[in-house]
């Protein structure tokens, strides 16, 4: 069974940064598209960014390119999102998810996504 459990959520100012990580666990990865999603507070869920996990092909959001780096270590199966220059409007409860398909428009579209994480909140402080 696939689990993903991610960690690295806080508070920040304005202006710093956070690195959010997912763990996975329950099989291996290798034909995956995983990433993040994120949902503000009355708002829907929204993708963020995502990776294949063959190949590192990395895609995001337009509201986070540029500052927001999503990266993979395929030996700890652990998946990485590296937050910088945060703005108040990054607060939000951020979701690790996985979908077994190479298919990253899929998963940019939140197309049948099986797997998600628990969520980790971040907070971005004006």
């Known amino acids: 069974q696939v689990q993903l459990v991610e960690s690295g959520g806080g508070l920040v100012q304005a202006g710093g940064s956070l690195r959010l990580s997912c763990a996975a666990s329950?099989?291996?990865?290798?034909?995956?598209?995983m990433g993040w999603f994120r949902q503000a507070p009355g708002q829907e869920r929204e993708f963020a960014a995502a990776?294949?996990?063959?190949?590192?092909?990395?895609y995001y959001a337009d509201s986070v390119k540029g500052r927001f780096t999503i990266s993979r270590d395929n030996a700890k199966n652990t998946l990485y999102l590296q937050m910088n220059s945060l703005k108040p409007e990054d607060t939000a409860v951020y979701y690790c998810?996985?979908?077994?398909?190479?298919?990253?428009?899929?998963?940019?579209?939140?197309?049948?996504?099986?797997?998600w994480g628990q969520g980790t909140q971040v907070t971005v402080s004006s």
């Open positions: 998810a996985a979908r077994p398909s190479v298919s990253a428009y899929a998963f940019i579209a939140g197309d049948d996504v099986p797997y």
């Open positions: 329950g099989r291996t990865f290798s034909g995956y598209t």
């Open positions: 990776i294949r996990w063959v190949g590192g092909s990395t």
